[in-house]
């Protein structure tokens, strides 16, 4: 093997390992700013999943049962469905059917809720109580700011 062609095949082996280990990357936001830009947040369980082949990764939808709506109530009254990308890679959010509410944040497509990991998504019994009360007194009072 001539030089050159060795150091193609060292640069270009470099560079699809780069290509290989893409993954979802986001910055944390603060609740209050997740929040505040969000079409929708809603405190949900989740009651089922499918997987439905849209795009090249597909997407997950599961089925919730809507418990109380903080944000969003004029995009959509009422959410039966949470969409996702089914990849985690591509930021796609994995939830447990039947085990725990969840407070989640998304964005509204074509009339269907949209999230992902870099939305707001936290277990309900993992929020903490100031959390808690941000959400029903505190976080709508500041989007304007």
């Known amino acids: 093997m001539t030089p ?14 780069d290509w290989g280990a893409e993954a979802c990357t986001c910055s944390p936001s603060h609740p209050q ?6 079409d929708i947040v ?3 369980k989740v009651v089922g999943k499918k997987l439905v082949k849209e ?4 997407t997950l939808v599961y089925t919730i049962k809507q418990m109380k709506m903080y ?13 996702t990308e ?18 989640l944040t ?3 497509y074509d009339g269907k809720m949209y999230t992902g990991l870099c939305n707001f998504v936290e277990r309900w019994d993992q929020l903490t109580l ?11 009072l500041g989007c304007n700011c």
């Not at 795009?55 to 597909?58: E, I, N, Q, S, V």
């Not at 009254?77 to 969409?83: A, D, G, R, S």
């Open 55 to 58: 795009g090249p990764f597909g």
């Open 4 to 17: 050159w062609l060795g150091l193609v095949v060292l640069l270009g082996s470099w560079s699809l390992g």
């Open 42 to 44: 809603i405190r949900a």
């Open 33 to 38: 700013d997740a929040f505040c830009n969000s």
């Open 106 to 108: 998304g964005r509204v």
């Open 71 to 83: 944000r969003g109530f004029t995009k959509m009254p009422h959410v039966q469905y949470i969409h």
């Open 86 to 103: 089914a990849s985690e890679s591509l930021c796609g959010l994995k939830l447990e059917v039947n085990k725990y509410q969840y407070l």
């Open 130 to 140: 100031s959390q808690r009360k941000g959400l029903n007194y505190r976080y709508h």
